[in-house]
């Protein structure tokens, strides 16, 4: 975590005023704040990898996994925030790039997976959302949107799947090359509108 961020974070934690504390959180968002396509991928079916195959297979599969996506993610301009597990947390400037990559990631993994025995291959499930991130280094990112797309990312997505929040979907123009299929998810008591990309 960005020291200075630190600092301003424990500032806020022991400030009494909720004016002086509004002040605070003001001045966190325009100093680490920024408007980001976030991408959180995770990959498919690992409690039942590991629990059939073991740790070492699971290792494998997710050190694979990672080896394939971050150069696709740069190469398409975005960002790898992190490989956490079996997740992968990246950012792009637009929406539009952020679902090229998905889409261009489950191509490389269906292509891999041609010379795979059926365990090794690699399936993931993708969401997308857009909207306000603090950048607080280390690296990480922290925001409403990191959430949602984790969200639809890891618990919503089905394998080979990408998800998208309508906010982000809306940044898309139509001529884009791809079509979606609108859907509402139930996710913590809250209705997100979301879309399922096709292509």
Known sequence: MDKR???ILLKYAMEKDTAARRSI???LWKDFGAVKAVFVMDLSGFSLLT???GVVHYLSMVRRMQLIAQPIIEKAG???VKFEADNCFAMFDAPQAAVQTAIALNQAFDEINVYT???FDIRVAIGIDYGDVLL???PDYFGDSVNTASKLGEDEARPGEIL????ALLQIPSSAGFQSEATELEISGITIPAASIRY
């Open 78 to 80: 975005g960002q790898v």
């Open 25 to 27: 959180e003001a001045q």
């Open 117 to 119: 025995e059926e365990q």
């Open 164 to 167: 998208i929040t309508e906010r």
């Open 136 to 138: 607080i280094g280390g």
């Open 51 to 53: 629990q059939k195959y």
């Open 5 to 7: 961020f630190e600092e």
